[in-house]
């Protein structure tokens, strides 16, 4: 199955950070392939959102819970339905000297046996440069915020 995993160093403080990534649909906002993310519920300590994502000239379209432990400051998701066999992960933050390392891992499974080692490597390469898209966004709000 594969996974991704994206850090970054922001020169921000963690909580603002990951106040920043909480806000799930403004991903659509810098994630080139996400068409769009709507939020289907929203409670205490969790979003549930409904994706778009271009990908191999379809939509890939799925529900995922979004859970936030504010105490601990990580996002935890996972695809409650749709279109992939398994897309599920986590964001970390960690503050040290003023600087917080944010990680997004990012595990996921197109249900696609047959054709997987054709489809992986692309939908690998995809998600690594979203993820990294969304991770340089929230360090630039973080910065911008924080300078």
């Given amino acids: 199955m594969p996974s991704v995993v994206v850090s970054e160093d922001v020169r921000a403080p963690r ?3 990951y106040r920043l990534a909480k806000n ?20 205490p300590g969790y979003l549930v959102t409904a994706w778009e994502v271009a990908f191999q000239g379809r939509l890939l379209r799925w529900t995922e819970r979004d859970e936030f432990d504010d105490a601990a400051c990580v996002i935890r998701y ?8 398994k897309f599920e992960g986590d ?3 960690e503050e040290a000297d003023g600087v917080t390392r944010v990680t997004l891992r990012v595990d996921f499974d ?32 973080a910065e911008a915020g924080a300078g």
Wanted: overall charge negative; hydrophobic content about 50%; charged content about 25%.
């Fill in 78 to 85: 996972r695809q409650i339905a749709g279109d992939l066999a």
């Fill in 91 to 93: 964001w970390t933050f």
């Fill in 15 to 17: 909580e603002e950070v």
């Fill in 24 to 43: 799930v649909p403004a991903i659509a906002d810098y994630a080139e392939p996400v068409r769009s993310i709507r939020v289907v519920e929203e409670g």
């Fill in 110 to 141: 197109l249900g696609i046996p047959m054709l997987a080692g054709l489809l992986n490597p692309v939908a690998t390469a995809l998600t690594r440069r979203s993820s990294e898209a969304i991770v340089r966004a929230v360090r630039l709000q």
